[in-house]
Structure formats: C-alpha cells, structure tokens
C-alpha cells in the first residue's frame, strides 16, 4: 500500500468558534427580548399611563428602623432578675402610689433584648431592662417612664 499524507480537516476549530459566537448573540438577544418584556408588563403610573420606572423620585421611600432598644426602668428590681432576653413581657405604667391609682398597658407582649447586671443600686430603686419596641411605643414608653412607675407582667 503506498504511503498516504494524513488526512486534515480544515475549518473545523472555525467552525466551532463561529457556532460559540452565534450561540452568544443569541442568549444575548434573548436576554434583551426578555428585558423588554418585564419592563412593559411592569407597573403603571395611574396618572400618566406612563411604563417602566418613574420619571421623578426613587421607587420607594427609605424604609425607616420598624423596631428600635428602649431602655426601661422597672420599679421592681426583684421582677426584672426574672427576666431573660427572648421573654416577653406587658409593660405596665401606674399613676400614683396608693391602691386607686390608674393603671394602664403601656406596652403588649414586647420582647426583652437585654438585662444588663444591676451598678450600686443604693441609691437608685428599680432595675434597667431593654426592650426591642416599635418606634411610636418607645416614645410612649419613655413618656410613661417620666410621670408613673412601671411594671412588667411576663407573657
């Protein structure tokens, strides 16, 4: 048998190239198709009829902190060794000192963050205690905590 050259292909790594080239313009034009798509059925603007994203101001406003730590001093410091962070507790505020005074729910089944071991307390009645609350009960906590005493009930 005589003595043949080896057979070569030629184009065959052109050929795969130009099919990966093609392959990517096509998930490319795809992607874009698809892009389109989203932001015509996206949400419309009552007012103008307007498509995609508004023309005026971010999308949504910032959200602010839903839930924030308030420190609360609780008139009973045998209560709050009580505690431990994860309980939840009704805060109580009660207006004078006698057996009549009002007494009223200042907070319902808020969570307790933190019980912070209690300094010289000498001086000073009642124990600290830290609360995670929403941001309207913190202020009302701490309007509370100006003019009553204050109380907790475990949940």
């Not at 005589?2 to 998930?27: I, K, M, N, Q, Y």
């Not at 009973?76 to 939840?88: E, F, I, K, Q, Y």
């Not at 933190?114 to 309207?136: F, I, K, N, Q, Y």
């Amino acid at each position: 048998m005589p003595h043949f050259e080896p057979v070569r292909v030629r184009g065959s790594g052109r050929r795969l190239r130009r099919l990966l080239r093609h392959r990517r313009r096509a998930v490319a034009a795809g992607l874009a198709v698809t892009a389109a798509a989203l932001v015509a059925a996206g949400p419309r603007e009552a007012a103008d009829g307007a498509r995609g994203h508004p023309a005026q101001g971010p999308a949504r406003p910032h959200p602010v902190a839903e839930r924030v730590s308030a420190p609360v001093r609780i008139a009973d410091a045998a209560t709050v060794r009580l505690l431990r962070p994860g309980d939840r507790v009704d805060v109580i505020a009660a207006e004078g000192n006698g057996p009549g005074g009002d007494a009223q729910v200042v907070a319902r089944g808020v969570r307790v963050t933190e019980v912070p071991e209690p300094l010289d307390t000498a001086g000073e009645s009642g124990a600290l205690v830290v609360l995670s609350v929403p941001r309207p009960t913190a202020a009302r906590l701490a309007g509370a905590s100006a003019t009553a005493r204050l109380a907790v009930t475990l949940c």
